[in-house]
């Protein structure tokens, strides 16, 4: 049986999540740009003066404001610890929409609990990545990725002169070996 990947941006992030949560038996592998984790803390973000756009999200979704368990029954940051394949996450610090801490609720808490987890957080994106050098940064991620996790050939990587991709995970780890020494 071929298990394919799931990837997808905004809300297709949020149906990657999803997918490996949910599904977890159905996908190889994930990738998810921009794609929020949590229902609550995604709507909660949302500004004042989008307050009729979060009243509407509230009927389609269903009240995660007064019903906490429903809320951690669709989000998938809840359920974190059933994913089974390797996801690549890409998110925008300046994202107005979906959040940094999105990424971060999800990828540090896979990282916590083993599951292979690549974050690339793009310091100067917001809602996807506009810059060409970062678009293309990402893509190549993303190619070596999915032929990593899929099989296949991917082209050599090159850094991207211009690209501004951090890793938040890695930097973490950096960060606690400094204070072990």
């Known amino acids: 049986m071929h298990f394919p990947p799931v990837k997808g941006g905004s809300y297709g992030g949020y149906a990657c999540l999803a997918g490996l ?3 977890p038996d159905l996908y190889k592998c994930g990738v998810d740009i921009v794609g929020p984790s ?7 973000s949302i500004p004042d003066y989008w307050a009729p756009l979060r009243n509407g999200m509230l009927l389609k979704i ?3 404001d007064g019903d906490e ?5 669709i989000s998938p940051l809840y359920h974190v610890d059933k994913i089974k394949a390797p996801l690549l ?3 925008g610090a300046n994202d107005p ?4 801490s999105e990424a971060d609720q999800v990828a540090f808490s896979m990282s916590e609990k083993g599951i292979p987890v690549e ?3 793009y310091p100067d994106e917001g809602h996807g990545f506009a810059r060409p050098e970062n678009r293309i940064d990402f893509n190549g991620r993303v190619e070596h990725f999915l032929a990593k996790h899929l099989g296949g050939r991917a082209e050599e990587f090159a850094e991207v002169e211009g690209a501004t ?3 938040p995970l890695l930097e973490k780890e950096d960060n606690q070996a400094e204070e072990v020494v």
Do not use: M, P, S, W
């Not at 949590?38 to 909660?44: A, F, G, P």
């Not at 929409?97 to 940094?100: G, I, M, P, Y």
């Open 165 to 167: 991709a951090r890793f």
């Open 69 to 73: 368990e429903f809320n951690k029954k």
């Open 97 to 100: 929409r979906v959040k940094q």
């Open 62 to 64: 269903g009240d995660v």
């Open 119 to 121: 974050y690339v957080l």
């Open 89 to 91: 996450i890409g998110q």
């Open 38 to 44: 949590n229902i609550k803390t995604l709507l909660d």
């Open 21 to 23: 949560t949910f599904t």
